[in-house]
Structures are given as C-alpha cells and as structure tokens.
C-alpha cells in the first residue's frame, strides 16, 4: 500500500510541475509495469475473497489505462501521435 501511495504521490507531482505545458506527461506504461496483474499458480492457496480481491485489481488496472492481463498500457491517439 505504501508503495502505491508513493507511486501516485510521484505521478500527480509530475502532473503538477508541466502545469499547462504544451505536451501531456504520460506515465500509464510505467504504472502498469510497476502494478502488475495478479495471476495465481498450481501452488497458490487462495480463497474466494483474496481472489475476489485480486481479480478486482486486476479490473481496476483498465481504469488507469492498462491492458488487461498484460503489464502494459493500453495504446493511446497520444503516444501514437509522438
């Protein structure tokens, strides 16, 4: 949790200093990196509500611009622009 605390406190400082600058910051590529999607292996013991859990994370990652299932993010008009 801490971790993900300091990585949205990094990414909405860098929102802050390009303030109106002419081009956007996009960072979705690196969070999505860094927040992976859960998966399980034969050798998990899971129950259902760590596996709800981890499947509501793995959802809530399309919301930031991630693709589902893969440690990247979604192609965007702007980066394919640049």
């Excluded at 971790?3 to 802050?16: E, I």
């Excluded at 998966?39 to 760590?50: L, R």
């Amino acid at each position: 949790m801490k971790r993900t605390a300091a990585l949205l406190f990094a990414l909405s400082s860098q929102a802050l200093l390009t303030g109106c600058g002419g081009k956007a910051v996009v960072t979705a590529d690196a969070l999505c990196k860094d927040w992976q999607h859960q998966t399980v292996s034969k050798n998990d013991n899971w129950t259902q509500g760590s596996a709800a859990i981890a499947d509501g994370n793995n959802h809530r990652r399309e919301n930031w611009g991630c693709n589902y299932g893969h440690n990247e993010a979604k192609p965007t008009k702007l980066s394919a622009a640049n």
